[in-house]
């Protein structure tokens, strides 16, 4: 449909469809139409000066074949009591983007979004004090026609009756079924009409109901509202805000941004502070916290069709210093700093509720964050109410590791720039590195008071697995103290350095070459050892080359857990299993990863773990040994010159108090304890 345009100099085409095409109506906002017919009448009573404006908007909907449930709408009437369609505002209408009631907020597209949710708009209208009529059709396919005959109850004594005919979709599927729900959204559209001045009269019907905004209001809203303002740059704002008291399924807390007294972007506050209740709740009972803002700079880049603003999320970085934009992160933060001291009541309490909660966990569970504390702040922000150890863990491995991030990002700045410092510049370079090297300091504490924690871990498993089982009164497999030790049927190739605890036995075989856990000889890659025995742990450490060998020397451990409490040693001494696995090591020839061969030579010795506890059976068979009982009695050694090999026999007392031992001054540092007398 091909329209003039006049432009108070002269007339032009225009392509309604094309003007159409870029009118937005959201499927999210299906009443906005209504909202802008509302908005015209609101206009056209302030433009007549009457005291006693009055709007009607009846709601008339399909036939349903269930009595019991309502159709959708497909029509709505909107009737005022204003000025009329006088000739000035007959050629305003004609007018496309006209500036008529520009001081007043009219974009002059308004009329549009009828046409794109509608078929078609009837506009019947008396004017002059009632002397004049004027009645017309607008529609996409024609624009505006008159229309001489019309439904005569649209006929107003005086102002102006628009009908919106034939709702589409999707807005007519989206559109509230309950009038409430539809006061509801016209209400909070216009909010800023409502609070501090007296509307015009508004009053909904849909069949037998009616509905009065400006009651509707005073019964659901507290009767004043809160007002602070807050500034960006030269720009200043205003957030006001209400304490919805009506129950509405659905809703919750939301910050309004406003753009000449309407409803533009709405933001739900519970993504801006997790955790708050929903609803709050004060002495006079429940209610949702619904805040709007409004500013002339809102009002300037608001779009024309009045469904977004033109502002960016952030700095695009167009202009420095005092030219810098509006920003939303900076016009969301003003605002939402406003409701922090609104909602402050409720914020402090569960804010004091979630600092206590992550100071607990810190320090009883998890003390590596520690750094983190003087960050707490952060923290507090990053979780939600009442926070269960895994969300307070997330939020400080995440703020841990954007921490590191930003040292490493520093850290390389650094280095760049170390050639080219300018002398006068020293100090402050100076100050940037050393401030880096706090951080990686704190950083690798961090570090190192999580593994000391998993150390803690270990041992307290280790010792549970050692005592009596409470189930049956006996003692745990010796599976259980190996996994601990080592994952059983693993090789180093898939067990990570952290993953394993070597150190519970020698802290030199967490770096090892090769390792093969509860695996056959068979598995061994770095040999040709037929055998299905299966050692409880074989070590290799790394090939090392002596003088002029032809080939890397290679040295081995080997280790066996025996049954915690076990008695049975008769049909075999403790270390002739643990010999028998010896013969068959030295029987493989060996390569390296390249395929080179490596040298396991008969006079380099083997060193050898058993793992037991000494009962009266296993100390009867040592005596019978040649090996040597340790100082502290808790352990004996001897050294096979025959074969080789370096034997050592570990109670579990020893393997325990040992590590404990080892342990105990981390411990203490950190406020941890293995034992009562720690």
């Given at each position: 449909?091909?329209?003039?345009?006049?432009?108070?100099?002269?007339?032009?085409?225009?392509?309604?469809?094309?003007?159409?095409?870029?009118?937005?109506?959201?499927?999210?906002?299906?009443?906005?139409?209504?909202?802008?017919?509302?908005?015209?009448?609101?206009?056209?009573?302030?433009?007549?000066?009457?005291?006693?404006?009055?709007?009607?908007?009846?709601?008339?909907?399909?036939?349903?074949?269930?009595?019991?449930i309502k159709g959708h709408i497909d029509s709505v009437i909107i009737r005022d009591n204003g000025c009329g369609f006088t000739e000035d505002n007959y050629h305003a209408f004609e007018t496309a983007d006209t500036t008529r009631k520009l001081a007043l907020g009219g974009k002059g597209v308004g009329r549009f979004t009828w046409l794109v949710a509608f078929a078609e708009a009837m506009i019947v209208s008396r004017y002059n004090a009632g002397a004049d009529r004027r009645a017309f059709r607008f529609t996409a396919r024609s624009g505006i026609e008159d229309a001489p005959e019309f439904e005569p109850d649209l006929l107003p004594a005086a102002g102006t009756t628009v009908a919106l005919y034939g709702f589409k979709s999707p807005w007519r599927?989206?559109?509230?079924?309950?009038?409430?729900?539809?006061?509801?959204?016209?209400?909070?559209?216009?909010?800023?009409?409502?609070?501090?001045?007296?509307?015009?009269?508004?009053?909904?019907?849909?069949?037998?109901?009616?509905?009065e905004l400006r009651t509707e209001f005073a019964r659901t809203y507290d009767a004043?509202?809160?007002?602070?303002?807050?500034?960006?740059?030269?720009?200043?704002?205003?957030?006001?805000?209400?304490?919805?008291?009506?129950?509405?399924?659905g809703r919750s807390h939301r910050l309004l941004y406003l753009a000449h007294q309407r409803e533009v972007k709405t933001e739900s506050l519970i993504a801006h502070f997790p955790g708050l209740p929903n609803p709050?709740?004060?002495?006079?009972?429940?209610?949702?916290?619904?805040?709007?803002?409004?500013?002339?700079?809102?009002?300037?880049?608001?779009?024309?069709?009045?469904?977004?603003?033109?502002?960016?999320?952030?700095?695009?970085?167009?202009?420095?210093?005092?030219?810098?934009?509006?920003?939303?992160?900076?016009?969301?933060?003003?605002?939402?700093?406003?409701?922090?001291q609104e909602l402050s009541h409720w914020l402090d309490e569960i804010d004091r509720e979630k600092r206590a909660r992550i100071e607990s966990f810190v320090a009883r569970q998890e003390p590596q964050y520690q750094v983190?504390?003087?960050?707490?702040?952060?923290?507090?922000?990053?979780?939600?109410?009442?926070?269960?150890?895994?969300?307070?863990?997330?939020?400080?491995?995440?703020?841990?590791?954007?921490?590191?991030?930003?040292?490493?990002?520093?850290?390389?700045?650094?280095?760049?720039?170390?050639?080219?410092?300018?002398?006068?510049?020293?100090?402050?370079?100076?100050?940037?590195?050393?401030?880096?090297?706090?951080?990686?300091?704190?950083?690798?504490?961090?570090d190192l008071t999580r593994y000391v924690c998993h150390r803690r871990v270990i041992i307290d498993l280790l010792a549970k697995a050692l005592s009596l089982q409470p189930s049956d009164g006996k003692y745990g497999r010796e599976d259980a103290v190996h996994s601990l030790v080592y994952p059983m049927r693993k090789s180093s190739f898939d067990v990570e350095f952290y993953s394993h605890n070597l150190w519970l036995l020698d802290e030199r075989l967490a770096y090892n070459w090769r390792l093969y856990s509860d695996l056959p000889f068979s598995?061994?890659?770095?040999?040709?050892?037929?055998?299905?025995?299966?050692?409880?742990?074989?070590?290799?450490?790394?090939?090392?080359?002596?003088?002029?060998?032809?080939?890397?020397?290679?040295?081995?451990?080997?280790?066996?857990?025996?049954?915690?409490?076990?008695?049975?040693?008769?049909?075999?001494?403790?270390?002739?299993?643990?010999?028998?696995?010896?013969?068959?090591?030295?029987?493989?020839?060996?390569?390296?990863?390249?395929?080179?061969?490596?040298?396991?030579?008969?006079?380099?010795?083997?060193?050898i773990y058993i793992v037991a506890d000494f009962t009266e059976e296993l100390l009867k068979d040592v005596r019978d040994t040649s090996m040597?009982?340790?100082?502290?009695?808790?352990?004996?050694?001897?050294?096979?010159?025959?074969?080789?090999?370096?034997?050592?026999?570990?109670?579990?007392?020893?393997?325990?108090?040992?590590a404990r031992r080892r342990n105990r001054p981390f411990f203490r540092v950190l406020g941890l304890s293995t034992t009562p007398r720690d």
């Open positions: 449909m091909m329209a003039l345009y006049q432009d108070g100099r002269g007339f032009m085409l225009f392509d309604l469809d094309g003007r159409l095409r870029k009118t937005s109506v959201p499927a999210s906002r299906p009443l906005l139409p209504v909202f802008e017919a509302v908005a015209n009448s609101f206009h056209a009573i302030q433009e007549a000066g009457r005291t006693d404006g009055e709007i009607i908007v009846e709601f008339r909907r399909e036939a349903a074949l269930d009595p019991e599927e989206r559109s509230p079924a309950n009038l409430e729900l539809i006061a509801a959204d016209i209400i909070e559209h216009f909010v800023a009409l409502f609070v501090g001045s007296t509307p015009p009269s508004v009053v909904l019907i849909h069949g037998i109901e009616r509905l004043g509202a809160s007002r602070r303002e807050f500034s960006i740059g030269s720009d200043s704002f205003t957030v006001c805000g209400l304490r919805l008291r009506r129950r509405e399924a709050l709740g004060d002495e006079r009972g429940s209610f949702h916290f619904v805040g709007f803002v409004q500013g002339d700079a809102l009002d300037h880049f608001v779009d024309a069709d009045r469904s977004s603003f033109r502002i960016p999320e952030t700095d695009e970085g167009d202009g420095p210093g005092l030219l810098r934009q509006l920003t939303w992160r900076d016009l969301r933060g003003g605002a939402l700093g406003i409701v922090r983190l504390m003087k960050d707490i702040d952060k923290i507090v922000a990053d979780v939600p109410a009442r926070p269960s150890n895994a969300d307070i863990d997330r939020a400080m491995s995440r703020r841990l590791f954007e921490r590191r991030e930003i040292l490493q990002t520093e850290s390389s700045l650094l280095l760049n720039e170390l050639e080219s410092v300018d002398a006068a510049k020293t100090d402050v370079y100076r100050e940037r590195m050393e401030k880096a090297v706090r951080e990686y300091n704190e950083l690798g504490i961090a598995s061994i890659d770095i040999a040709d050892i037929s055998s299905k025995k299966e050692p409880d742990l074989i070590v290799f450490d790394h090939p090392i080359v002596i003088g002029g060998e032809e080939a890397p020397l290679l040295t081995a451990t080997i280790v066996e857990f025996k049954r915690p409490g076990r008695t049975d040693y008769r049909r075999e001494r403790a270390t002739t299993q643990v010999y028998n696995y010896l013969e068959l090591l030295r029987s493989g020839h060996y390569k390296d990863s390249e395929g080179r061969p490596v040298t396991l030579r008969m006079d380099v010795p083997i060193t040597h009982r340790m100082p502290d009695g808790d352990g004996f050694y001897v050294f096979n010159d025959e074969m080789k090999a370096y034997v050592e026999l570990i109670s579990y007392n020893r393997l325990l108090e040992s």
